[in-house]
């Protein structure tokens, strides 16, 4: 029997997660939570059944959570929202994709999710509620911290540090050994060869 799950967050990122979630096929979502003028609506035939404030209601409804909103100027949000959710007695999975591709000898940490045709290698490990986005490339030994957005297509070679909260924008390429510091936003289609920080 499929695990009960409730989405929080009703954005375009949601629509994704929603994709991914039913390819794994671990979790049957119940509803999404959003802000008020969208209660009673529907993404994808799932309808919004509460705002953020209704949480610890909701958790009557399903012992499992996980955080929908995007990331890109700011984690802060999906911070927040990881952090009341467990407040309130949710269990957040990792959400991994099976059109993914993810070592065996890898750590991805709760409330992450790997989208599909994502690559994790050998070593690597996958800080709490960060987005791995489609199609990106994570080599070996890489550390990505917690609440970060590898975004779309983002090439990261191996034995690289990301630090927490920090976005990564579609396209980008991090030439192997760099460090890339915490709250930084790296813009699409760079090209990072040293190392950055905040």
């Given at each position: ?34 802000n008020s003028k969208k ?120 034995d690289v540090k990301v ?36």
């Amino acid at each position: 029997m499929k695990k009960k799950l409730i989405l929080i967050g009703a954005g375009g990122h949601a629509i994704s997660c929603i994709d991914v979630i039913e390819a794994e096929k671990k979790f049957k979502i119940i509803g999404l939570v959003d802000n008020s003028k969208k209660i009673g609506s529907k993404i994808l035939n799932y309808k919004i059944i509460g705002r953020d404030a209704d949480l610890h209601k909701l958790r009557k409804l399903a012992h499992y959570a996980f955080i929908s909103v995007g990331q890109i100027k700011s984690a802060d949000i999906r911070e927040k929202l990881f952090i009341k959710a467990k407040k309130h007695g949710f269990e957040i999975p990792s959400i991994c994709s099976p059109k993914s591709i993810i070592s065996k000898n890898t750590k991805i940490l709760e409330g992450t999710i790997v989208h599909h045709g994502s690559i994790i290698n050998c070593g690597s490990e996958i800080g709490l509620n960060s987005i791995i986005n489609t199609n990106a490339i994570i080599e070996h030994n890489c550390k990505i911290g917690n609440f970060c957005h590898i975004s779309t297509s983002v090439v990261i070679n191996g034995d690289v540090k990301v630090g927490k909260k920090t976005f990564i924008g579609s396209g980008s390429i991090i030439k192997n050994g760099v460090n890339i510091g915490k709250n930084l936003v790296i813009p699409m289609g760079s090209k990072i060869f040293k190392d950055l920080k905040k």
